[in-house]
C-alpha cells in the first residue's frame, strides 16, 4: 500500500517513505524504492506502486507516470494538488489542471488526452461517454455491454508529472 503525491516540476512523494525530486538520478529510485518490477534504458516500472519513473540517457529522473488509474493495486492511491484525480470526473480534474496551468498553452488529443505545458502534467483516457453512447447507437446488438463501460469514461486512466525541461531535452524520446 502507497500513497503517491504528485507535485507537479518537483517529482513524487511516496507518504512516509521519501521524495523523488526531478533531477536526481536512477539510481536514488532503486534506493528509496528496491528493484523495480521492469527495468529498461529509460524507465523503471513498479508494478505494484503503480508507478513508472522514466530518466533521460545520463539516468536522470525527468517524468512520473501513473498508468493505470482506475485500476491501482489494493490500497494505493494518488494526489494531485490535494485530490484524488481518479475520483474526480474527468471535466473536474481537467478545470484542477487548467486552473493550476495559470493560463499557460493545453495541447493534446482531446477529448482523449491533454498536457498542461506550464505545469508538465498529461491525462489520458481511452475512451469517453459521448463515444460511448455513440456507439451504443450504431451497435445496439452491443449496447449491453458498452452500457458497462460507461463508467470508465468518466475519468481519466493515467496522469503523468515532468521535470520542467523534459519535453525539450534530445535526443526526442517517447514520454507519456
Not at 524507465?43 to 506502486?49: H, I, P, R
Not at 484525480?85 to 478545470?95: E, G, M, S, T
Not at 496551468?101 to 491525462?123: E, L, M, V
Not at 469514461?153 to 531535452?169: H, L, Q, T, V
Amino acid at each position: 500500500m502507497a500513497h503517491l503525491i504528485l507535485r507537479p516540476l518537483i517529482g513524487l512523494e511516496i507518504a512516509g517513505r521519501g521524495r523523488l525530486d526531478f533531477g536526481r538520478h536512477k539510481g536514488e529510485a532503486v534506493t528509496l524504492l528496491g528493484e523495480p518490477s521492469q527495468q529498461n534504458d529509460h524507465a523503471l516500472y513498479y508494478d505494484l506502486l503503480d508507478c513508472h519513473i522514466y530518466f533521460d540517457r545520463q539516468g536522470i529522473i525527468d517524468f512520473f507516470d501513473i498508468p493505470e488509474g482506475p485500476f491501482l493495486q489494493a490500497g494505493n492511491s494518488v494526489e494531485i494538488y490535494g485530490r484524488d484525480p481518479f475520483a474526480l470526473p474527468a471535466d473536474r480534474l481537467y478545470a484542477l489542471l487548467a486552473e493550476h496551468n495559470g493560463g499557460g498553452k493545453i495541447t493534446g488529443d482531446a477529448p482523449y488526452s491533454y498536457r498542461f505545458n506550464n505545469i508538465n502534467t498529461a491525462i489520458w483516457r481511452e475512451t469517453y461517454e459521448e463515444e460511448i453512447r455513440q456507439l451504443m447507437d450504431e451497435f445496439p446488438h452491443e449496447a449491453e455491454h458498452l452500457q458497462a463501460e460507461l463508467p470508465k469514461a468518466n475519468n481519466y486512466w493515467s496522469i503523468g508529472i515532468g521535470s520542467e525541461d523534459c519535453y525539450r531535452k534530445t535526443p526526442k524520446r517517447f514520454l507519456p
